[in-house]
């Protein structure tokens, strides 16, 4: 758990020093160069993993020592990580941001918003290149041990650090502006109403891409299901769900929709929010979480955070509480 909270302290750091660098252009300089210093680790660590992948010795000598080391995918992993770091440099680029700035609400002037886009695009290669080296869900099902119910609470608490800290929560806003910023505010009972209604069609959505999931794939829902006890077995009682549901609504809501998606664009943001999921492999559970960061996206638009915060906890805590009662 440690070691999962110290891997964000690269992209944190940058994160916290880049919020200057609209003030003085040498700190804009020194957060690129640390960009492209992070860059350059991952490259090496690309090349490293391809050479891995392909030496038969390394990979019999590493299952002797971790067994199962064999189905991970040091190769693919490898190509997914240099292509990332060769991307994520591109949005440093002034006429990159010319053209995004066509596209969605950024500032192509802003070495802020041009951190956030270089950033984000480490954040959704780092994700993807989880696929291979985890080696499908077959390896996740595999798993003997759950993850434990502090664990899955303590690793939110990065994502909100993220959202408070992009924004410039106390060094560049007020925490009455953040708030604004965030899209943090009351609801009226006719947003809650429409809120309840569609949790409603997205738990529909839901069990109906499980339902034709078990029909046509019941083999691969299955290991899903199995991943699924690994990856939430901690969470036991049914108080913990509910506190689990609405801690990642509240972490994921303030960062996504409230800090990216006014920037990012509500198309962009939602393929974002689809990417950090996508570590448990390529499956309908993606399209799932597609269509939730739509309607959650588009509900961004209509009312505020705090209405997506709320969408989120219930669809959450609906398929926690209703899914395992359905046939």
């Not at 750091?13 to 957060?31: G, K, N, P």
């Not at 609400?105 to 696929?131: C, F, K, W």
Request: charged letters at 10%; aromatic letters at 12%.
């Amino acid at each position: 758990m440690i070691e999962t909270l110290l891997s964000y302290t690269p992209f944190f750091t940058i994160s916290l020093i880049a919020q200057w660098s609209d003030r003085e252009r040498i700190v804009r300089w020194i957060t690129y160069g640390l960009i492209l210093l992070l860059d350059l680790l991952l490259l090496s660590i690309g090349l490293v993993s391809i050479v891995a992948g392909q030496s038969p010795a390394f990979i019999e000598r590493l299952s002797e020592q971790f067994p199962g080391a064999s189905s991970l995918g040091f190769t693919g992993f490898g190509l997914i990580v240099i292509t990332t770091a060769l991307l994520s440099p591109i949005p440093l680029l002034r006429p990159a941001r010319d053209t995004l700035a066509k596209l969605i609400p950024i500032d192509p002037e802003s070495g802020i918003h041009a951190t956030a886009l270089s950033l984000a695009v480490l954040a959704v290669g780092l994700n993807v290149s989880q696929v291979p080296l985890i080696g499908g869900l077959r390896s996740l099902a595999d798993l003997e041990m759950p993850f434990n119910f502090f664990s899955l609470i303590v690793s939110n608490i990065p994502i909100i650090l993220f959202a408070f800290v992009g924004v410039g929560f106390v060094i560049r806003r007020s925490p009455e502006e953040t708030w604004k910023r965030l899209g943090i505010g009351p609801i009226s009972l006719k947003d809650a109403g429409f809120v309840v209604l569609l949790t409603i069609f997205i738990l529909v959505f839901y069990y109906g891409i499980d339902w034709i999931w078990r029909i046509v794939a019941p083999e691969n829902y299955e290991l899903m299901s199995q991943v699924g006890e690994i990856v939430y077995g901690g969470a036991t009682a049914a108080w913990q769900g509910i506190l689990l549901s609405v801690v990642a609504a509240l972490t994921e809501e303030f960062f996504f929709r409230g800090a990216l998606q006014p920037r990012f664009g509500f198309l962009l943001t939602a393929l974002i929010f689809t990417s950090i999921h996508v570590q448990y492999g390529i499956s309908p559970a993606l399209l799932e979480v597609f269509g939730a960061a739509l309607a959650l996206g588009w509900l961004r638009r209509r009312s505020n955070t705090t209405a997506c915060i709320l969408l989120h906890a219930l669809y959450n805590m609906g398929a926690f509480l209703i899914f395992p009662l359905l046939p």
